[in-house]
Structure formats: structure tokens, C-alpha cells
């Protein structure tokens, strides 16, 4: 270095600007670590890497994996009434309609499927998550499938319940296991597929 030079200062590693903008980071790398790896897959060190901080920054902002995990899980408003809407109108086109629905909150917006897909992976090793996704099913799905058909709210439930385990399963074989020939399909193919087969169970023919 000669002596007109001013000395170059160092970056610290682990530092970003402005406290909400590292959480933000934080959260959007956990979220998509936690989708693609569950809960015990997912690593705090990992996150950090993810996010460009060090591991001792994601501990300041979350004391735990399972905080920043139940952090993650949180939805988005709009997400919790898309169900809902499904079920409003005839019962012509309603099992297309449901798994159209399914599908856009599974597999649509990360900010929405991401943390869907984080319950999935870890609700079979995490207690909260199971609770967690059983909620949103049942509190959501469920709920709203009832709901829409108050001539027998018993077999409603039951049939509601049947239905949630199909898509449950479908999303799993699709995005979780990969089951190449769910995992490659187009997604108007697998609603034309399984539309017939949810309208029969929620509004069978008379």
C-alpha cells in the first residue's frame, strides 16, 4: 500500500442492513429450506448460509428451530379464504372448482405454498406442524365444505374428510415423494382427472 492510499475497509461478514430487512432474509431462506428439506432436514446453519448472515444472527432474531420454524408456517390472510370461495356457486363444476382451489394455494405463490409445504414435510417429525396443518384442513377445507352443504352435516363432514385426504395425498405424491408421473403433469391435466372423482364424493349425482 503506498502512502496516498487509504486503507480498504472490510465487510463484516453476517451483517445486512437494517433489522427488518435481515429478518425478512432470515424468514424467505427458512421458508424455502424448510419447504424443500422439513424440519429435520433444515439446519440453522444452513438457513444462514441461505440468507448471507451468521448462524449466531438467526438465533438474535429467532431463539429457536422451532420459533423461526412456527414463524414460517404463519399464512397469508388471503390464502385462509380461498377454500372457502370454492364452494360458493352450483354444485355443477364444484369438484373442478375445489381442486383448482387445492392446487393454487399448494402450488401457487411461495409466500402461500412454501409454508404449506413446510407443514407437509414436517408435520410427520413435528408435533406442531401436524397440529398446525390438521387446523388449516380442517378449519379451512373442511369447515368450508360443510358449511356449504347443510342438508346433512354429518356425512358432509365425513365426505369433506375423504376429499382433503385425496388432495393431501395427490400434493404429496406430486411435490413431496415426486412421483414422476404426478410430479410431470400439467396441472389442467390433473384437475380434469380429479375433478370427476371429488364432485362424485362431495356432491354425488342423486
Not at 32 to 54: H, M, P
Not at 177 to 197: H, Q, S, T
Request: aromatic residues 6%.
Amino acid at each position: 500500500m503506498t502512502a496516498h492510499q487509504s486503507p480498504v475497509p472490510v465487510a463484516r461478514p453476517g451483517r445486512r442492513p437494517g433489522t427488518s430487512t435481515t429478518r425478512q432474509a432470515i424468514l424467505t431462506a427458512a421458508r424455502a429450506r424448510f419447504a424443500a428439506d422439513g424440519f429435520t432436514g433444515t439446519t440453522i446453519r444452513r438457513i444462514a448460509a441461505d440468507a448471507g448472515v451468521d448462524a449466531s444472527l438467526v438465533m438474535q432474531f429467532f431463539r429457536s428451530k422451532d420459533e423461526l420454524f412456527a414463524a414460517v408456517m404463519s399464512l397469508p390472510a388471503e390464502a385462509l379464504t380461498h377454500f372457502s370461495e370454492a364452494f360458493e356457486g352450483a354444485d355443477d363444476g364444484l369438484g373442478e372448482r375445489v381442486v383448482r382451489a387445492f392446487l393454487d394455494v399448494w402450488e401457487g405463490d411461495v409466500g402461500t405454498s412454501e409454508p404449506l409445504m413446510a407443514m407437509l414435510r414436517g408435520a410427520i417429525v413435528n408435533e406442531r406442524a401436524n397440529e398446525q396443518l390438521r387446523g388449516f384442513i380442517q378449519e379451512r377445507f373442511v369447515a368450508a365444505a360443510v358449511a356449504s352443504r347443510t342438508e346433512d352435516a354429518d356425512d358432509a363432514l365425513v365426505r369433506a374428510g375423504v376429499v382433503s385426504s385425496m388432495l393431501v395425498g395427490l400434493v404429496v405424491g406430486r411435490g413431496v415423494v415426486g412421483v414422476p408421473a404426478l410430479a410431470g403433469a400439467e396441472r389442467e391435466k390433473l384437475i380434469m382427472i380429479v375433478g370427476p372423482a371429488v364432485q362424485s364424493v362431495l356432491a354425488p349425482a342423486p
